[in-house]
């Protein structure tokens, strides 16, 4: 499918999404809210997304405009019809939440933890949300941009 | 008199037992079939595999992190000690990927060195990961065979890179130097010795009963599963999923050379096996192809001393030894990446062991982790 298709398919459950065709892929935004319906769409419905290729999060409180912005970005291939999106969710920096994929792709039970360790993003109902890389008394999140470690950190 | 009885956990007082007769059991951090610092908490049921929980992070060096602080030149050698195994290609997703950004054309002979490159690094990978699968299996001769062959390929990059295993040969818009002058010529005496080579390992491993007998019907993936558990490369494609990037997504010159991208229907050990091991040819065919028929030429587009990216996302992907390695930048247009992400094939095909080992018999594990053919730096990053 084209990206005009696919986004003519989206537009159908999604007509308030943001689209942006600058990058190589379709990119679509969608409220926090209506994100799991909508990635239980993608995965089941006409554009079989069944592929999650890549999942992580962009903690944007460095730049001028986002001091309390996360976005969780998905990269999504589909095995039969060789389309790609990506789909960006925005958080609340300050109390990142969202549903959990892990149900609907397998390999993001996994990715979520790690975003969860190293983000603080909370999957809401993920069977087994838990620091991955970590201890579980570790304090603070470190691929947030604000994360300071005077002892282990060598800043350039 | 007072009768003993026996305790209800049999009397191990030190082990770790649930009330349903559970035995839990750690494998690793330093367990030699793990090969590096992963940490398997397997929980038994007689010798029943129920449930494996990966502890990771022994080896985590937040290098996406390091990566933000690094220019677009230095991060990509950061990525040679991910995939230690593929370092070579992982560079080259970071090239393609930066490169993406600046819309680079990379002078033809650069393209064919690198996928010249690539493809010696595959094969000292799938060498490598041979060797120790037959040993984990209890095999000792054939990692000594394995080793024979790939020290020559380690020492041809030594001659052209200056380095064994982390190779560091690529920079944003090419290759560091040009080849050796005696590249071409030890290339074609490996080529040419190495062809047998394989007809041996098959009948040293490959055909060999006892081999067949503890892979054939282990750890079965099916095809609908590979897809959802995110696995590619070899793994993926031994149940029977089409996932080559070099045939999906060709990159560099890999839509000018005629090979083939093996996939094995069965799901089990043995066709990821199989697949591995047919590969090895394909990548010979390759560097036969190409060994011929380097371009003249620059080695390196002219590029400025300092890179900047545009303001944007970028996302390129490269096939590597273990699968799909995958490169997402977010730039804010400075001379470092904002954010970086790597998508590691080891990551994704680590998440479906639990699945694949379930119901399996303790002794099978190493069978199924040596044909996921985990390598933990790449898994931690």
């Known amino acids: ?156 | 008199m007072e009768t003993y009885k026996v305790p209800p956990n049999g009397g191990d007082e030190g082990l770790d037992t649930a009330d349903d007769g559970a035995l839990v059991i750690n494998v690793g951090p330093q367990h030699p079939a793990t090969h590096g610092v992963l940490h398997l908490v397997i929980t038994l049921q007689g010798e029943t595999i129920q449930k494996i929980e990966p502890h990771l992070g022994y080896i985590h060096r937040s290098i996406e992190k390091m990566c933000e602080s690094l220019s677009y030149r230095q991060f990509i050698y950061v990525t040679s000690r991910m995939d230690y195994l593929s370092a070579h290609i992982n560079n080259h997703g970071c090239a393609l990927c930066v490169e993406k950004g600046l819309q680079l054309e990379v002078p033809p002979r650069a393209q064919v060195i690198r996928v010249l490159m690539g493809e010696l690094t595959r094969i000292a990978s799938h060498e490598l990961w041979w060797g120790a699968m037959a040993m984990d299996l209890g095999a000792f001769t054939p990692f000594f065979y394995a080793f024979r062959e790939r020290e020559t390929i380690n020492d041809i990059m030594e001659e052209t890179c200056g380095a064994r295993l982390t190779m560091n040969y690529m920079v944003p818009g090419g290759v560091m130097y040009d080849l050796h002058p005696n590249f071409q010529q030890r290339v074609k005496d490996f080529i040419q010795l190495f062809n047998n080579k394989i007809d041996e390992y098959d009948d040293l491993v490959t055909g060999n009963i006892i081999f067949q007998n503890r892979t054939k019907g282990v750890g079965v993936l099916s095809a609908a599963d590979a897809i959802s558990y995110g696995c590619t490369g070899p793994v993926a494609r031994g149940s029977g999923v089409a996932c080559d990037i070099r045939k999906l997504y060709p990159y560099a010159v890999y839509d000018k050379v005629a090979f083939d991208e093996i996939i094995e229907t069965a799901g089990d050990s043995y066709a990821r096996y199989l697949v591995r091991v047919k590969e090895l040819r394909q990548s010979v065919r390759i560097i036969e192809q190409l060994i011929d028929n380097i371009p003249e030429g620059d080695f390196q587009a002219k590029t400025k001393a300092v890179l900047k990216l545009p303001k944007g996302e970028f996302y390129s992907r490269v096939e590597t030894a273990r699968g799909e390695f995958g490169v997402y930048i977010v730039s804010e247009g400075g001379t470092t990446p904002y954010r970086i992400k790597f998508r590691s094939p080891g990551f994704s095909n680590l998440s479906a062991l639990d699945h694949m080992s379930r119901g399996s018999k303790i002794g099978d594990l190493m069978a199924i982790m040596g044909t996921l053919d985990l390598v933990i730096p790449d898994i931690d990053r």
């Open chain 1, 1 to 156: 499918m084209t990206n005009e298709e696919i986004k003519q398919h989206i537009i159908t459950v999604q007509p308030n999404g943001v689209f942006d065709e600058t990058g190589e892929w379709l990119q679509v935004q969608v409220e926090v809210g209506e994100w799991k319906p909508f990635a239980q769409w993608l995965r089941n419905d006409a554009l079989q997304m069944d592929f999650l290729f890549c999942l992580t999060c962009i903690d944007w409180s460095a730049t001028a405009t986002g001091k309390t912005l996360l976005t969780m970005v998905y990269h999504f291939t589909s095995t039969v019809f060789r389309h790609t999106i990506v789909v960006k969710v925005k958080l609340d920096r300050n109390n990142p939440e969202i549903e959990t994929v892990s149900d609907c792709w397998r390999t993001a039970e996994l990715h979520e933890r790690e975003v969860f360790d190293l983000f603080g993003v909370k999957f809401l109902h993920h069977p087994d949300l838990r620091r991955l890389v970590l201890t579980d008394d570790f304090e603070g999140y470190p691929l947030r941009k604000d994360f300071e470690d005077p002892i282990n950190m060598i800043k350039l």
